[in-house]
């Protein structure tokens, strides 16, 4: 079990105990260490291999992307304990933040195979996004004291209210899109932005992104339907578009692009998936 302890305001070993407590009273003997970063995980992770561990992320988003990589090019079993700000890989796959059922799922469940992104030299699980979304992740990493519940509702009405228009050019496979809009999400799990339903028909078994357009509109608009987009029924407004590929490359002048909460380089970035990638317990 790996533990980023700065996860959920630092308080993820604390969030963390109870599911811990119920894996030992299971009769289960953890092996438990904090993060000690990318490159140090990956010695964690080829050592959990051979010694036939499941490889346990234990923190939000960004713990399990910061992983992933590894987990993947050493052929680990994967697992989430869902104790971050976000959770939204874990919220799409169905893991219980329920500590009791949490150990059930880590002892009793027979890995699955998902499929996982490769972008700018990196695996990675939930999406990659530009635009209105990766301003919001930058205002959101910047504002640490506000409650976890509203930091990403913060973060997106600011960047809906500044964001300029911006000229996307957006490929899917060999199909070219382009637009004056807000933002696009190449998703492979539905959700991103804690809890928030960007790609309401996505799902990590089919090996293609839902790429989610949206176009430029009335500002007033959009902020008054931000919460149409935890229910997932924005993708029915005329200025959202949502295709499918499996290869997807995002253009425009001077926007960053993020990865599950981190952010990756300026565009462009061309992101692939990668069907079934991924060994994973689920719930």
């Known amino acids: 079990m790996i533990i980023n302890p700065q996860a959920s305001g630092g308080r993820a070993v604390q969030l963390a105990a109870p599911a811990i407590a119920a894996l030992r009273a299971a009769g289960a ?8 970063g990318i490159t140090a995980a990956d010695d964690l992770v080829r050592e959990s291999v051979a010694a036939g561990e499941t490889v346990v992320a234990v923190g939000g988003d960004g713990m ?20 971050g700000r976000g959770n939204d890989f874990a919220r799409q796959l169905g893991i219980p933040p329920d500590p009791a059922r949490l150990a059930t799922v880590l002892l009793e469940a027979e890995p699955v195979r998902v499929d996982a992104i490769e972008v700018s030299g990196r695996v990675v699980v939930g999406s990659v996004y530009a ?39 957006v490929t899917v ?16 799990s539905g959700y991103y932005g804690k809890g928030m339903h960007i790609a309401p028909d996505a799902g990590v078994h089919d090996g293609l992104f839902d790429v989610v357009m949206i176009a430029a509109g009335n500002r007033a608009r959009f902020i008054a339907n931000l919460p149409r987009v935890y229910r997932g029924t924005h993708v029915t407004r005329p200025e959202v578009a949502v295709v499918r ?14 990865a599950d909460g981190e952010r990756l380089s300026e565009l462009p970035v061309t992101a692939t998936m990668r069907e079934g990638a991924l060994s994973i317990l689920t719930g």
């Open 29 to 36: 003997d953890p092996r438990i260490t904090h993060s000690p």
């Open 64 to 83: 399990v992307s910061s992983l992933a990589d590894a987990v993947v090019r050493h052929g680990a079993t994967f697992a989430i304990m869902p104790v």
């Open 131 to 169: 635009g209105v979304d990766s301003q919001t992740s930058d205002l959101v990493n910047s504002v640490q004291r506000i409650p976890a519940l509203l930091q990403y509702p913060y973060g997106a009405v600011r960047a809906l209210a500044t964001f300029p228009r911006t000229a996307f050019r």
């Open 173 to 188: 496979d060999d199909e070219v899109h382009e637009y004056e809009g807000f933002s696009v999400v190449a998703a492979n």
């Open 245 to 258: 590929g499996s290869v997807v490359t995002i253009e425009a002048e001077g926007v960053p692009a993020y």
